[in-house]
Structure formats: structure tokens, C-alpha cells
């Protein structure tokens, strides 16, 4: 079975960096990604990570230790419009067919 | 805009009844997923079709039925709903058949059970 676990809800100020983790258990670990996903919205694409360390993409990084089953998406320069859901998801592989877990998001709200 | 549609945006019905979402995919993108987002639950997969064909399962249940037709558009049926079906259904499209490749969202129907 997969488990994905990642805080429910996390806050920050204008300006600031934020760090979202994300912990999982999956019988066929086959890459991570992160998505953002605004209220109401699609969520859409941030980074992909099958490799373990760090991938930077402009204000957005994310990390992979697959030996701690951990993943870390970094958020510089914080903006009101980053105020969003995170959503983890492993891609798995363990039934034979690869396909997406998503874990249940953070909630991240940006403050003034 | 992601390039995939899904209609309607919304849609309001009754317990017991059935009702059809449509998807369509990408121009080139060949796999169809569905998921199903509801409060509590988060994005639940539920299943994909590559080029026709059936792919890969999650957690739909048997009152729900998808198929994807030969021009790759891609329908989702829900029958005998009940009020815990409401919620937000999502189809995302992707070129290859691997589940885990980059999948682009549609806009999503917002299904509403009374």
C-alpha cells in the first residue's frame, strides 16, 4: 500500500521562506512531484524529483532522500499569490502499473 | 490554460440518478486519468485509459465507469449517486502510458448531490 504524509496547514509572512515536508511509505517508489493547487483550481505542475538531492526551479526547490522515504518542496520570496495548496505525489509502481498517490496537501496561507 | 477540458463546470442532480463527464485530453496526450477530490479525502486517483484502453485502477468504485473513445476524448460515468459523491471530479492528460509522467489538469467538473 502507499502512505503519504505532509502537515494539513502551515503559514508564513510575505517575503519569508517556507519549507513543506512530505514523508512516504510506497511498495514501488518511482519519482515525487509537487503540485499547486489554489482553491477551486486544477492543480498544476511544480517539480519532479526520481533522484535523490535538490532541484531548483527560480523560487521554487525541491529535495529527495529516497532512503528516508522524504521529500521537501522550499519556497523563497514568499508572495500572496503562492497562498495555496502543496500537494505531494508518489508515483508508484508497486501493482505492476505505474500511477499517482497524492498525498492530502498544505494548505499554506501568506499574510502581509 | 492547461489544454485539457472537462464539461460541464458543474453540475447539480439528484440522489439515485447518473450522470456522464466528459474529458478531453490534450492535443497529442494519449493517456486519460480521473480523480476525484472531495473535502476529506484529497486527490483520489481513480483510473486511466491509454489509447482505448483501460490502464491502470484506483479506488472507483463500482457504480462508476469510465471509457476512452478513439478520438481520446474520455467519459465518466456515475450511477446511483449517493450524497457522498459529491465533489470535485478532475481529468488530467499526459503523452505516455507510465502513470508517473507530468499530468496536466483540466479545469474540473464540480459534481453536487442532493
Known amino acids: 500500500g502507499q502512505n503519504i504524509d505532509q502537515p494539513t496547514e502551515m503559514t508564513a509572512t510575505e517575503g519569508a521562506i517556507v519549507q513543506i515536508n512530505c514523508t512516504y511509505q510506497?511498495?514501488?517508489?518511482?519519482?515525487l512531484f509537487w503540485y499547486q493547487q489554489h482553491a477551486g483550481e486544477a492543480p498544476t505542475f511544480l517539480s519532479y524529483n526520481v533522484l535523490d538531492g535538490l532541484e531548483e526551479k527560480g523560487r521554487f526547490s525541491s529535495f529527495l532522500s529516497r532512503s528516508k522515504g522524504y521529500s521537501y518542496l522550499l519556497l523563497k520570496e514568499l508572495q500572496m499569490k503562492d497562498s495555496a495548496s502543496y500537494l505531494c505525489?508518489?508515483?508508484?509502481?508497486?501493482?505492476?502499473?505505474?500511477?499517482?498517490?497524492f498525498g492530502t496537501g498544505t494548505r499554506l496561507l501568506v499574510s502581509p | 490554460d492547461s489544454g485539457v477540458t472537462q464539461t460541464p463546470k458543474h453540475l447539480i442532480t439528484a440522489t439515485g440518478q447518473r450522470v456522464t463527464l466528459r474529458c478531453s485530453p490534450r492535443s497529442g496526450d494519449l493517456s486519460v486519468y480521473w480523480y476525484q477530490q472531495s473535502l476529506d479525502q484529497g486527490l483520489q486517483f481513480l483510473i486511466q485509459y491509454y489509447n482505448g484502453e483501460e490502464r491502470a485502477k484506483g479506488n472507483i468504485l463500482e457504480r462508476f465507469s469510465a471509457q476512452q473513445f478513439p478520438d481520446l476524448h474520455s467519459e465518466l460515468n456515475l450511477s446511483s449517486l449517493e450524497l457522498g459523491d459529491s465533489a470535485l471530479y478532475f481529468c488530467a492528460s499526459s503523452v505516455g502510458a507510465g502513470g508517473g509522467n507530468e499530468q496536466f489538469f483540466g479545469p474540473g467538473t464540480r459534481l453536487t448531490v442532493l
Open positions: 510506497t511498495s514501488g517508489f518511482n519519482g
Open positions: 505525489a508518489v508515483r508508484d509502481q508497486g501493482t505492476g502499473f505505474q500511477k499517482l498517490v
